[in-house]
Structures are given as C-alpha cells and as structure tokens.
C-alpha cells in the first residue's frame, strides 16, 4: 500500500509510538501498568448467535502479530464504560439526493439519544473538501444534537481525507471506548489518501470507524481484493463495521448494534516489538467458535513511519 503521502505524516506526529505505560489515563479507561512499551487492542467479541461476549479473560485469547503468538499481557472488561463518538456527516452536494441527508441528521440524533447526557461525550464534524467541527467534544449532548442544524451541503467530497483527520482528533482523547460514525453516500471525489491507507491509520491509531451508507445505489465502488465497498473494507480493518441504511426499523436495530459495542469492548495489552515498522495483529478466542472485530495493524517503533514505508 502507498503512504497517505501529505497527510499521514501529520495525522501520526506523536500518535503511533507505544507509550511506556497507560497508568495516566482518565479513571474510565484500562489502565496496564508496566515498564515496558504497550499496545492497547480494543476487540468486541460475539457468540455464534451474535450476542456480545463481554467477560473473557487473559487465559481466552491469542494475539499474532505478524503471525507469531505474543503473550497477552492484561484484559479489561468494563461494561457500561463512557463512550466517545465522533459524529462525521457528508457535506457535499450529492447527499441532497434522495433524501441521504435528512436520513444522516435522524439517524445522528437516534445515535445522540442512545446515550448518556452529561457521561457520555459526542462531537459534531462535517466535511467537503475540508473538514468542520460543528460541536466539539462535549459530554453536554444537547449541545451537539442542536448543531445538527447547523449542518449543510457544499460540494465535492473528501471523504477518506475527513476519515483520516477525525481520526487523529478523537485519537487524543484518552478513554478507550471511542468510535467515528461516518455518514456519507460514498462518493469521494478528491480525496488526496485511498481507503487503504486511511485504514492503515484509522487502524494503527485504534480507532474503529462505523460507516453508515445513505445511498446503497452509490455503493458501487470496490476494492482490488474483493467485491465490496471500500468503505466497508476500511471499517472492517478498524474493528468497526459498515452498515447500509434502508428503513427506520433496520436503523434502530444498527445504531442500538453501534452503542452496545461500544460499551462492551473487551481492551488488551501486550508487549510492542522492537523492531520498528507496520505490525500487522490477529485476534483469536482458544478453543470457541465466536466472531471477532479488532484493528488489524499497529506501528511499531519510536521514529514516525518513513513516507517510503508501507505494509
């Protein structure tokens, strides 16, 4: 994969490198004591009948990196732990149609009622070419349900390039239960980075982005590797997942989907290697039959990737 060239660089800065020890962050999160370099791997694990699996321990699981089995070092489980959403709606002028983006702000302001005032946090962006913040990060969620009508259409759309940028901003925030929700109908036109590249970095920054498409006829594009969406294969690298929006009954079912993930992340940590570049990661459950979603790549290494460097 070629690097995210202009962007990557900037959206990486002091992001990527495993820190000596996650004892610092808020209260809300998992907190790994160790004096060695960390990699937290936020997962969601389900059962063969699609319910959430949420109080695994250390003994249950099996991380590769690049194939080889590395010690799984801690696992928490919190249920019901504070969620951070950033909110990302297409703002350019072919979610006029067909009602796409009527459909963004309901579904938004369903998303904003599943959670808690005053626990939770949300955020409002919007994007064309550029990227708005129309609420910043605020656990006030009137707030952000009353900037959804500030929300508009402008022109063409940079949709990987806002993916990427929103992801280094709800990177800083330290809770662990934190997702992009993406509206779009999925019609990038001027995009500067590919849906692999931001995948590689929405990914490695452990962000899962959830991508809700307004226009199923839109959904034609697909990558090299397989006949789906390129959206749906950068959500799927993220641990997240994509979900193709048809009538109210289905949107309530997939947002309230969203919401319960979100507070029932099972978050490990294990040893960073030493040898610096792309680490690609595997989850497995030893010996169940159970599906699970986790970021597929972390970076390793205390310098920030080379532009030259790709996985």
Known sequence: MS?????????????????????????????????????????????????????????DFEILENGHTVPVLEVRSERDAPANIALLVDGSGSMRLNESFALARAVSEQILASLDEGRDEAA???????????????????????????????GSTSLYDAIS?????????????????????????????????????????????????????????????AAEPALAQLARATGG???????????????????????HQHVLAFEASTQPGWRSLELRVRGRGYKIRTRGWYWSGDALPPATQSR
């Open 124 to 154: 409002l962006y919007s994007f064309d070419t550029r990227v708005l913040t129309l609420q910043a990060f605020t656990p006030a969620l009137a707030k952000v349900k009353h900037a959804l009508g500030y929300l508009d259409t402008w």
């Open 241 to 263: 997942m994509y979900f193709v929006a048809t009538d109210t009954a289905t949107l309530a079912t997939q947002v309230a989907t969203l919401v319960e993930e979100l507070r």
């Open 165 to 225: 940028g929103v992801a280094g901003k709800i990177h800083e925030r330290a809770e662990a239960r934190r997702a992009i929700v993406v509206f779009t109908d999925a019609n990038d036109t001027t995009s500067t980075v590919s849906p692999e590249e931001v995948a590689t970095i929405a990914s490695a920054l452990d962000v899962p982005v959830y991508a809700f498409a307004l226009n199923p006829s839109r959904h034609a594009e697909v990558s090299k590797e």
């Open 3 to 59: 690097p995210a060239r202009l962007l990557l660089p900037v959206v990486l800065v002091a992001l990527l490198t495993p820190v000596p020890s996650l004892a610092q962050e808020a209260p809300s999160a998992p907190v790994f004591r160790s004096q060695v370099n960390l990699v937290s791997l936020a997962a969601v694990v389900r059962d063969k009948r699609g319910r959430i699996v949420s109080s695994l321990t250390k003994g």
